[in-house]
DNA sequence: TAGTCCATGTAAGATGTTACATGATTCA
DNA sequence: TGAATCATGTAACATCTTACATGGACTA
């Protein structure tokens, strides 16, 4: 058995997988036809990936697989455990720069998959981070405002405005989850 | 001479050399200490990328460049005419769902490298787009809501609020750029 | 029976990640 | 002189992009 290090999209595969027995097929239409567009649908990443997870002995093919012709696979225990070691991982400024779309890939799984109190505790996580890496871009924005072309300029303001939305979307979230523990 | 695509990375080294001559080392250094960060600095990355835009003979290295050792580069005519193609390129859908980020390294440079016009011919097309396709996902987000699980529907509201900011900040910025028009 | 969709794959090539390697320069 | 920083590079490896290939099943 091969070890791969896997790469966000091989989570989304196995995150789907986990939820319901799927085939490469099945997982290409899912990621044209809904949100998760963002992931490429084309079968030269989708089949290498899924026998990458394979080898890694996150996935396995089930017997029996429905039509003729396709493949089902299902998730092992190796794959659950490695796909929560993954998401409840504590959110890096790194993450937040580089991998901003992983985070929300690991918090879309949250409900379904990591032990409760793992979502109050990505988001308590995030915002930390947020909160601690929004003030560097602020500071960069009024030193160099002045000898910034003014479409360089609006673009940082972009960014800024990016992450403090979704500054703003953990305080809410943090509220429905509050809420529905008190309900309980 | 070798023709190789130029990608995200490639254009962002383009525009920093065009705005000054630059070295690798000074690329690195400001990859690592501004909100360019989204970029690698490692060395791996940066001097392959630089070799491969000089053998499209998209730049070149000065003579006599700075203190000994470094390697200064500037960018060639076809440097420019290549950046500004790719610049003024309309935003397609694709660039919004898989390359937000290029699309913002776009509009950075516009007001130093574009023609004039070219700043608010950009904002125009890429409200349209973010218009066009922010309904898909609210379309979704209604059909879909009640068997999500509750991470899930946060997770593409996020996504939803993301893109609603972009739209907001197009606004703003297109009125920054009328404002400046009247003035002049 | 012809066209479309189902379904899985391979192959070439480019790019990015990480780690290693080397030597010059500056400064305490 | 030793450590940190300047400065450029290579090499192994994994991954993604794009294009091509193949055959079965369905349906007008």
């Known amino acids: ?42 079968p030269g990443v989708i089949y290498p990936a899924l026998r990458r997870l394979e080898q890694s002995g996150l996935i396995q093919s089930a017997e029996g697989s429905g039509r003729r ?9 190796r794959g659950r455990a490695e796909f929560r070691r993954w998401q409840t991982q504590p959110v890096m400024q790194q993450d937040l720069v580089r ?9 879309a799984f949250m409900d379904q998959f990591a032990e409760k109190g793992a979502a109050l505790r990505f988001l308590k996580s995030f915002q930390k981070e947020l909160a601690a890496y929004i003030p560097n871009l602020r500071k960069y924005l009024k030193s160099n405002r002045d000898h910034m072309p003014r479409s360089g300029r609006l673009a940082l303001e972009s960014g800024i405005q990016a992450y403090e939305t979704h500054l703003r979307w953990t305080r809410g979230a943090v509220a429905t989850y509050r809420q529905a523990k008190g309900e309980s």
Chains 1, 2 share one sequence.
């Open 1 to 42: 058995m091969v070890n791969h290090k896997t790469s966000t999209l091989g989570f989304a595969l196995l995150g789907l997988i986990w939820q319901a027995p799927r085939s490469g097929y099945d997982l290409r239409k899912f990621f044209s036809s809904t949100p998760m567009i963002s992931f490429s649908d084309s």
């Open 69 to 77: 012709g396709r493949k089902m696979f299902e998730v092992t225990s």
């Open 99 to 107: 991998n901003l779309d992983a985070l929300m890939l690991r918090f």
